[in-house]
């Protein structure tokens, strides 16, 4: 149906270019075609004037408008949409409730849930903290009966446990916090052993002190075994000794694992930390 007729496709025959280089108040159209380029203005503000001028092919109709302002130029900015931000990150969420009587369930991820975690496995954690882990409901109550330790943060999945030492205003300065806590989270903390447990607790390790002259004191020299280091404190506090010098080698003598043979008792025993040189003076018989 074409036959006869040739169809020559019209391409503009010029190139219109802006430039905006070197200054942001200085500004050219360059007109590129075969013939070489052409500077349409320079050093001025591109108006509607040039730009339906020069700058637009003659076979383009367009109305221009004219823009004499610099800031009219410029697109409308659309507003900021707002998002939903939660007030609140669930690893910053309290594990503590104003009630001490109402089940906390905060994230697994909170802070204080990863403390007592790492208090319990890790080490070198535990060389740079004054804290120690109690890890059984009966074994915190004996020792704030018959110690002078101070706890910190208490948790229990134990509601008598709350309530009776809520109820014993003798016991509130003894303690920081105590909060019923969910049995999931007790059991997250304490994962990885065969101990199950009601209660996990913080207490703060007393200072080492050893009377001027003693009259028995045990040494325990490179005794890694907890339950072992255990056994013999309830040995020596049966026996009255005045203290116990633990030296290097020995297990921590402050561990979880030995606060339940001994039942928290070795924290009220006088004890010194050292090598084979003793630092205090004996008196023998």
């Known amino acids: 149906m074409f036959a006869g007729r040739r169809f020559v496709a019209e391409f ?28 349409v203005a320079k050093d001025k503000p591109v108006t509607g004037d040039v730009v339906s001028r020069s700058i637009l092919p ?24 707002l998002r939903k931000i939660r007030p609140f990150s669930a690893t910053t969420l309290s594990i503590f409730h104003p009630n001490p009587l109402c ?14 975690w790492r208090l319990r496995v890790n080490s ?42 809520l109820g014993d205003s003798s016991l509130r300065s003894r303690f920081g916090r105590i909060q019923l806590l969910d049995r999931h989270l007790l059991r997250y903390c304490l994962r990885g052993t065969s101990t199950t447990s009601d209660s996990i607790a913080e207490v703060t390790i007393p200072n080492p002190s050893i009377p001027s002259n003693p009259r028995v004191v045990i040494a325990l020299d490179n005794i ?10 309830r040995i020596a506090i049966g026996l009255n000794v005045d203290g116990i010098y633990y030296l290097r080698g020995t297990a921590d003598p402050f561990d ?6 001994t039942g928290g008792l070795q924290f009220k025993l006088p004890y010194q930390r050292g090598g084979l040189y003793f630092g205090f003076s004996c008196q023998f018989p």
């Not at 004996?142 to 330790?149: P, S």
């Open 103 to 116: 089940v906390a369930t905060p994230s697994r991820k909170n802070a204080i849930i990863k403390h007592l």
């Open 12 to 39: 503009p025959r010029h190139i219109y270019v802006i430039s905006n280089r070197g200054s942001s108040s200085s500004t050219s159209v360059i007109v590129l075609s075969s013939k070489g380029s052409q500077v």
């Open 224 to 233: 890694r075994y907890p339950q072992n280091v255990g056994n013999i404190i």
């Open 58 to 81: 003659s076979w383009l109709e367009c109305d221009v408008v004219p823009v004499t302002d610099k800031s009219s130029a410029v697109s409308e900015v659309k507003p900021l949409r």
């Open 256 to 261: 979880w694992k030995v606060t339940q043979v």
């Open 124 to 165: 070198s954690y535990r060389k740079h903290q004054d804290t120690r882990l109690v890890t059984s409901g009966d074994v915190i109550l004996h020792m704030l009966r018959h110690t002078d330790c101070v706890f910190g943060n208490i948790f229990t999945t134990r509601k008598s446990l709350v309530e009776l030492i």
